[in-house]
C-alpha cells in the first residue's frame, strides 16, 4: 500500500513546485523577446537608433546635403542602414556565432524590415503626394517609383530607401518592445491591446511628421498643409503601423521563421496597407 501510495503521488506532488516558478500573468513586464538571437537584434537595434538619429538631425541643421549630389545623398542613406546588416554580421552574438547569417533573426527582421520599405517606397510613397500633400525636392536624379501609381509627377529619390530602412527598423522594434512590457506588465484584453496599438501608431506617424516636417527642411521636404497632417494625416500614415507592427512583432517567437515565411508575410502586409490607403484615398479623399 504504502508503495502503491507514492506512485499516485508522486506527479501531485510536483505540481506546487512547478506552479511556484511560474510568473503570474502581469505581475512582471517582459521587455525583449524570448528567443535570444532576436533579443540579441533587439537591443542593439535600439541601441543603434539615437546613433542614426543624431547623424540625420546633424545633416539637417547643419544644412550639408544642400551641397550634395545624387552620390552624397546615397552615401548617406546607406549609411544609415548599413549598421543594422554589417554590425550584427561582422560582431554576431553568442547566440548566432554559429548560424549562417540567413539563419538569424536579425537577418530575417532586416529582409521584412526591407520589403516593406521597398513596396512602401515604390508604391505607397504616391499616396503621400496625392493625399496627404507630401512633397519632395531634393535634387537628385537616382528616382523610382510606381510609374502608373498616382497622379503626381513626384519622384522618390532611391536614396531614401535605406534610409526608410533604419527609420523603420526603429519605429518597429520600438513599438514591439513597449507592446511586450505592457501586454506582460498589465492584463490586456483584445480590445485593449487594440487600442494601444493604434495609440502607439498614431504617436509615432505624429512624431516623424512633427520632427521631419520642419521650415528648415522645407526646401527638399514639406506637406502643403503641415497642421492637417499632424492631425488627421497621422492616422493616415499610422495605419501602416497598426496593420505591420502585429506581424513583425511575431517574427521568430514561437519557432525560427523560414525566408519564404518572412517574405510572404512582409508581402502580405504590404498588400494589406495598400488597400487602407486605396480605400482612404476613395472614401475620404485629400486631406
Known amino acids: 500500500m ?4 507514492v506512485k499516485n503521488e508522486g506527479p501531485d506532488a510536483q505540481r506546487p513546485c512547478v506552479a511556484s516558478r511560474r510568473t503570474p500573468t502581469g505581475a512582471k513586464g517582459s521587455w525583449w523577446s524570448s528567443n535570444p538571437g532576436k533579443a540579441a537584434a533587439e537591443r542593439f537595434y535600439l541601441i543603434y537608433s ?3 538619429i543624431a547623424l540625420v538631425g546633424l545633416v ?4 550639408m546635403y544642400r551641397s550634395w549630389g545624387d552620390a552624397g545623398f546615397m552615401l548617406f542613406g546607406l549609411g544609415a542602414a548599413a549598421p543594422l546588416v554589417f554590425v550584427p554580421y561582422l560582431a554576431p552574438r553568442p547566440e548566432d556565432a554559429n548560424k549562417p547569417a540567413w539563419a ?3 537577418f530575417r527582421l532586416n529582409l521584412w524590415i526591407g520589403i516593406f520599405v ?3 517606397s515604390y508604391f505607397f510613397t504616391h499616396y503621400f503626394f496625392d493625399v496627404v500633400g507630401m512633397r519632395y525636392a531634393f535634387p537628385t536624379s537616382w528616382n523610382g517609383s510606381a510609374e502608373l501609381v498616382g497622379d503626381s509627377e513626384g519622384q522618390v529619390p532611391l536614396f531614401l530607401y535605406p534610409l526608410t530602412q533604419a527609420y523603420f527598423m526603429t519605429y518597429h522594434v520600438a513599438v514591439t518592445v513597449l507592446l511586450r512590457y505592457l501586454s506582460t506588465r498589465f ?5 485593449a491591446k487594440a487600442a494601444l496599438i493604434v495609440a502607439l501608431a498614431y504617436l509615432v506617424a505624429f512624431a516623424e511628421t512633427f520632427f521631419m516636417a520642419v521650415p528648415l527642411l522645407a526646401d527638399v ?3 502643403a498643409d503641415r497642421g492637417r497632417m499632424l492631425v488627421w494625416g497621422s492616422m493616415f500614415y499610422g495605419s501602416f503601423f497598426v496593420i505591420s507592427v502585429p506581424v513583425f512583432a511575431t517574427i521568430d517567437e514561437d519557432e525560427p521563421w523560414t525566408l519564404g515565411r518572412t517574405a ?3 508581402l502580405g502586409v504590404s498588400m494589406a496597407v495598400f488597400i487602407v490607403l486605396d480605400l482612404w484615398a476613395k472614401l475620404l479623399g485629400p486631406l
Not at 492584463?187 to 480590445?191: A, I, P, S, Y
Open 60 to 63: 539637417m541643421l547643419s544644412g
Open 2 to 5: 504504502g508503495a502503491h501510495r
Open 50 to 52: 539615437p546613433i542614426w
Open 118 to 120: 521597398f513596396v512602401g
Open 104 to 106: 538569424t533573426s536579425w
Open 264 to 266: 510572404l508575410s512582409a
Open 221 to 223: 521636404f514639406e506637406y
Open 187 to 191: 492584463v490586456l484584453g483584445r480590445v
